[in-house]
């Protein structure tokens, strides 16, 4: 098949926390630092060419905030001992940590002929059909970028595109401890609430299963025909 139709999928996902013995469990988890997760996106995007095929990269981060490179840091209340980073994405302030799943989209815009607004509205499609699928009834926002449950944003999303390519992408809550947010006004609305999926399904999968199904929703909106997994080890 040509790369036009190939996906690859570099999957890093750690094992699925429990959250009854939270703190315990982070020992065990395969959990990034951020900062050479996006400095691979970016050593990435600089050097792939015509010929590469477009990656979506799953994982979960250790702890942190993250800051759009415009953001104001008056949305940031108290950090606590949560580092913060400033970035290249669009975006005020979120928080990143174990229990959401990152899925970051390294996508040449150019091949597929999309826009950066329909790649965030596709991202967001995407969680909302996987949604849908549990149950759950799920909206974008075309003010605030992301999805939400009942007013409360349940996915984030946050982009940089260089070179005609994306990449960041998106963070869905699945199942984590909330209490960081508290330290925010998330993505810059001091009143805006998160949610989880935990909060709203009677029995929450297994996190690697609604991993491929977002993998799977994803793949059919930009019509990739060939979707391959990488389990392979986190090198930075």
Excluded at 42 to 57: G, I, V, Y
Excluded at 117 to 141: F, K, N, W
Excluded at 183 to 188: A, F, K, L, R, S
Aim: hydrophobic share 40%; proline share 5%; with cysteine.
């Amino acid at each position: 098949m040509s790369v036009d139709s190939q996906l690859q999928v570099r999957d890093f996902l750690s094992h699925a926390i429990n959250p009854i013995a939270y703190s315990a469990s982070l020992a065990t988890t395969q959990l990034l630092d951020y900062e050479p997760v996006w400095q691979a996106m970016k050593e990435f995007t600089r050097t792939r060419t015509a010929e590469t095929p477009d990656e979506l990269w799953l994982l979960e981060h250790a702890p942190v905030f993250t800051l759009g490179k415009a953001a104001d840091e008056s949305h940031v209340i108290d950090a606590g001992d949560i580092p913060m980073v400033r970035v290249d994405r669009g975006g005020q302030v979120t928080y990143h940590g174990p229990g959401q799943i990152m899925a970051y989209a390294l996508i040449n815009l150019s091949r597929r002929n999309l826009g950066v607004r329909a790649l965030v509205e596709c991202l967001e499609q995407t969680v909302i059909d996987v949604l849908a699928s549990y149950g759950v009834e799920a909206y974008g926002d075309r003010k605030a970028p992301g999805v939400y449950v009942e007013k409360k944003k349940i996915a984030a999303l946050g982009l940089r595109v260089s070179r005609g390519c994306s990449y960041h992408g998106l963070c869905f809550n699945f199942d984590f401890d909330t209490a960081p947010f508290a330290g925010i006004n998330p993505c810059g609305f001091p009143d805006l609430e998160v949610t989880q999926l935990q909060q709203q399904v009677a029995v929450l999968p297994d996190k690697k299963t609604l991993a491929k199904q977002l993998v799977e929703a994803l793949a059919e909106r930009l019509a990739y025909d060939d979707v391959r997994y990488d389990c392979s080890v986190w090198g930075g």
